[in-house]
């Protein structure tokens, strides 16, 4: 909570940042006073502006080591949660033997409960922090997750799915970890940075797309009685994974926080109000210097210059949180210094054009929700379960592993929207691939484009939404930002409903556990054959034919037209990219609320070159 002494702040011609005289309670930040079109994304800080690849590099390696274990934790993270997300759908299908309709609510009803707690998560992580909220969760999702694994009625997994899981994955679902990253970054290296940390949570999602196809060419393992399955046996895997991330949370995670004392573009208090310390790079300058040596420059004085922009002096405090401000808080005065924070950040334009934007994409997001809950399914019901379904599902993770620090470090000097307009129409259009070739080939063409697009667009947003958070209240402000995630419970029943229309799964040619009844085990009087699976011997018997290996082969699938969902997918995605287009204007802050409403309603031709994300200059 800022306190302003004095209300005065000028702003010269050459200083691209005033602080004011201000008394700090919580942090170390400062506001900044500047133009009109200051946070106008087609105008770029000079240091941000002439900073080249090698130096955006330079100063990330710099900054403190404590990057390296939130990155870490990130993808230990995104192991265990979008681990099991991925197999989510088909575990409650294929081990629970629950329809897609009902298979589709439940996993609404869990995302709903998941905001929720979310929600919860964000607000404490500004009241007690990262490393006390994180740990909190994990022991949490010790309980949930071991549920899972070994559970086998509804009633577990619905105490697993609604309660333990929201508490125990949730918690740390919103920004958490982004909060941690944004107050160990500054604002020249927050673009790379989230682009490495897009990058860590994409290599956790290929990692598990993987180990789960390895797995499931494995066999079902029965103990004591109890039939685990591969996937099952994945879940088991993702339990020792969150064991694994809660030893590393104690020991190693830190609240702290950095400060740029070089960087004129970094919000830097006046006073500083409590005691810095160097600190200690995840690599050092010399080793950076020789691993990127750098060119041979003409000017010795523009040498100089570069140097000095590429050694920023980095300090870090201990965070300092809203609770340990006051010597005495109480539960309704903790409510209400929230309400009024909450408040306080609803009244800024910053929140509103995250929350616009948030809306605005809800449906190209619906493609992340497909690639989840529809395509692996898909090619499962009509491939095989020798498909290496959640391989092909990664393609578009193994994309976003590479190339996002690559698309960071030779895009951090354009402006945001110049990257988000162009990544949002590729991602849009990517299903049509599919519903032209409704197949294997099809599936790979839909993650191959829709990562090209999706590398643009989606790391730029988190490093956006970062910079417009205010000092102190980053929790609740990503919180804000998610809003969109409201609509996830809406997005996973559809995904349910279009599974049970245009993609149906064939129970009586599988067992109990999901497996297809392919093998042929009695061959009786009369040419009557009965089939089964690997694990059971199933009720089907063929007069004519062979065993199904796949829902077309079964004698009692109806046919369904495949294309027909992903042209809709697609013709919903399009929907985002007119959507920011409309409010671009007010999201880019060139225009005041006078100017037509902040600009939206200005039609002229550099307005509607803004649609593939031209400046309107």
């Known amino acids: 909570m800022l306190t302003a002494e004095s209300t005065d ?34 105008h770029p800080s000079r240091t941000t502006q002439s900073m080249g690849a090698r130096e955006s590099i330079i100063r990330f390696f710099l900054l403190p080591s404590q990057v390296s274990t939130i990155l870490l934790l990130e993808f230990m993270n995104t192991f265990r949660s979008y681990g099991l997300r991925v197999v989510l759908y088909n575990y409650i299908t294929n081990e629970y033997n629950i329809g897609d309709t009902r298979s ?34 994990l022991s949490i999702a010790i309980v949930g997750r071991t549920l899972l694994a070994f559970g086998k009625t509804t009633t577990t997994l619905y105490l697993a799915l609604f309660v333990l899981s929201p508490f125990g994955d949730a918690l740390l679902s919103v920004g958490l970890y982004r909060v941690a990253l944004k107050k160990l970054t500054t604002p020249t290296t927050r673009p790379l940075a989230f682009a490495i940390s897009y990058a860590s949570q994409n290599w956790a999602g290929v990692c598990v797309a993987l180990f789960v196809d390895w797995m499931r060419r494995g066999v079902d393992m029965e103990v004591n009685g109890m039939v685990f399955t591969p996937v099952r046996q994945f879940v088991v895997i993702t339990l020792l994974v969150v064991l694994l991330t809660v030893f590393i949370a104690y020991y190693c995670l830190e609240d702290w926080t ?10 830097r208090p006046n006073i500083l109000t409590t005691a810095t310390t160097r600190a200690k790079p995840m690599i050092d300058l010399e080793t950076l210097e020789r691993i990127l040596p750098a060119k041979q420059k003409q000017s010795t004085e523009f040498e100089d210059a570069t140097t000095r922009r590429a050694m920023p002096e980095y300090r870090v405090f201990k965070t300092i949180h809203n609770k340990a401000n006051k010597h005495k808080s109480s539960p309704i005065g903790n409510v209400m210094q929230l309400i009024q924070q909450l408040i306080s950040i609803l009244r800024t334009r910053n929140a509103w054009k995250v ?51 690559i698309v960071g470090a030779l895009t951090n000097g354009n402006g945001d929207f110049q990257i988000v307009m162009p990544g949002l129409w590729i991602m849009a259009v990517s299903p049509l691939f599919l519903a032209l070739s409704p197949n294997v080939a099809g599936a790979c063409a839909w993650q191959v484009f829709m990562v090209f697009g999706q590398v643009l667009w989606s790391p730029r947003q988190d490093s956006w939404i970062a910079g417009l958070a205010p000092t102190g209240m980053e929790g609740l402000f990503f919180a804000v930002g998610s809003s969109r995630a409201l609509l996830a419970p809406l997005g996973d029943w559809m995904m349910g409903m279009m599974n049970d229309k245009y993609n149906t799964n064939c129970k009586e040619c599988r067992d109990e556990f999901g497996h297809f009844c ?45 294309s027909t ?44 070159m803004g649609i593939y994300g031209a400046t309107e200059d």
């Open 518 to 562: 392919d093998s042929l085990v009695a061959d009786g009087s009369g040419g009557i054959k009965q089939c089964a699976s690997i694990q059971r011997t199933c009720k089907l018997f063929l007069d004519v034919g062979s065993c199904p290996t796949t829902c077309i082969e079964c004698p009692t699938w109806k046919e369904t037209n495949p």
């Open 258 to 267: 950095v400060v740029d004392l070089d960087d004129l573009d970094t919000e």
């Open 9 to 42: 702040c000028k702003c010269e011609e050459h200083t691209p940042l005033c602080v004011t005289n201000l008394r700090y309670e919580s942090t170390l930040a400062s506001p900044t006073c500047s133009t009109s079109d200051a946070d106008d994304d087609s």
């Open 355 to 405: 929350i616009v934007f948030s809306f605005a994409s809800v449906a190209v997001c619906l493609q992340w929700t497909a690639s989840d809950v529809v395509l692996p399914p898909f090619l499962e019901r009509r491939f095989g379960e020798g498909l290496p379904i959640y391989t092909i599902q990664s393609i578009h993770m193994l994309g976003c592993l590479v190339l996002p620090p």
């Open 104 to 137: 589709g609510v439940l996993m609404g009803i869990k995302s709903l409960v998941d905001i929720g707690v979310g929600l919860l998560g964000s607000i404490l992580v500004d009241f007690i922090g990262v490393r006390r909220v994180s740990i909190t969760a």
């Open 565 to 608: 969902f992903w042209y809709l997918l697609m013709l919903m995605s399009v929907v985002s990219p007119m959507m920011v287009w409309v409010f671009l204007p007010f999201l880019r802050d060139k225009n005041a609320r006078s100017d037509r409403c902040y600009g939206v309603f200005i039609m002229n031709r550099r307005r509607l």
